[in-house]
């Protein structure tokens, strides 16, 4: 399934005679150990002996997909981000994600990010200033992901976070405004002094002028102090996201027990309950099995995120209500590469890293025209409406569309590949959507020292700041 974190296809496996041609961005040698699938590590077997009825007919190779789904590994490292793990910079990042003073319409980036909603806001296309182009997906464990948005056309985190700052439709903003808001507040700007030095002092505002006021007014080297300090608080925002990881899901404490052989020493974490073959019930188990083998959703939802971290195409129709008309990763790949905040560029930490070789080794083709990113499963069920353009909402609905393929067009524009209905039955589609459900994390409890994340800054919150969605966001043109 294609959706707002994770919503690919829900595809026949080759034996089931399913073509999958996933088109892959060529890059260099120095990358190679970024593109290596998230499925790849060799994981923890699971006993056969250990399989429950609903499972023991899987083949040896369908079992082990079923090993990788769990544990979640360790979130990779941010070279290009030097605070990216730095929790002075997560704390100040913390703030401005709840901001509404960034935007002139009291928009935040938690307005389109709602914790309550897995950090999505429940609406088919976001809504900011005006209505976005797409879903909003979900920022929880983001920082997981190689590429970031639905086409992929952020490398970062940091980087991504200008973009709906100054987007019209979204926040409808400007970096002079975004650094403003920071240098004249006297909290926020000892935040800022804490991890980054002393505020530049060429964009003070005197007693004559405000180089953040008037664009006029800035030379190259005031607009260069604000490219800085604009950076500086993108990374802050990045270290923040960096924090919002999901917890242990069912599916995690049922692997856990499938691996252990009294069903009880096993942990998915060191700081989870003991681990339960009961944490899924039949009907979840038998959609599990749909998804390891004759579902083939596992062919682009793989390994312990549920996702290969590439882009495909799956007939979904545009607007002209015949082929895909949104040119998605085609277009995202000439602005990664033109992007100035991109990891090979002047603002990145690292712009000799491999995921700098990455950007610069991206190569466009038509096939690429249409493609989306397969985004995560974990918590889908919590995340909906789905796909990028929201159409389907909810998960009855997209699990039927691939159980039936009503009103796709499969082949397309740019085939990537071919999709047969599944033929699942009502029975088989409510025991796969009984296992997607199964991923959805527990959110963090209070005490958790996860959960200060997961809602506004207790400053912001007792001052009765505005952190929500504004009345604005709805009425705006």
Known sequence: ??????????????????????????ASLAAAALVVAPSDAAPQAIPPERLPAELSHLTAEEVARIARMSPLPAVPADPTNRWADDEAAAELGHHLFFDTRISPKGVSCATCHEPARFFTDGRALA???????????????????????WDGKFDSLWSQALSPIEHPDEMGSD??????VVRDDAALRARYERVFGAFPADLARTAA???????????AAVARSLDAATVHLLKALGAYQRRLLS????????VAALRTADGGAGRASPDSAA???????ASAM????????????????????????????????????RVADDPARLAAIDFLQANPFNAAGPHSDAPGSPKAAMVRGLRRSGELFGQFRTPPLRGVADTAPYMHDGRFDSLEAVVRFYDTLEGSNPVGHHGEMVLEPLELGEAGRADLIAFLRALSPTPPKAGDPAARWWSPPKDLADAGAKTGRPAAADSAP
């Open 1 to 26: 399934m294609e959706s707002s974190n994770g919503r690919n296809g829900m595809l026949r496996s080759s034996e089931r005679s399913i073509v999958v041609r996933a088109t892959r961005a060529v």
């Open 127 to 149: 809504q900011g200033v005006g209505t976005a182009r797409r879903n909003a997906p979900t920022v929880v464990d983001s920082a997981r992901r190689r590429w970031v948005g």
């Open 175 to 180: 970096r002079a405004t975004f650094v403003r």
């Open 209 to 219: 002028s405000d180089p953040l006021e008037s664009s006029a007014e800035r030379n």
């Open 247 to 254: 917890g242990e899901a069912p599916i995690d404490r049922f």
């Open 275 to 281: 681990p339960e073959i009961t944490a899924l019930d």
């Open 286 to 321: 038998r959609g599990l099995a749909t998804f390891v083998s004759r579902g083939g959703c596992f062919q682009c939802h793989r390994g312990a995120s549920f996702t290969d971290e590439e882009f495909h195409t799956l007939g979904l129709v545009g607007a002209n209500g």
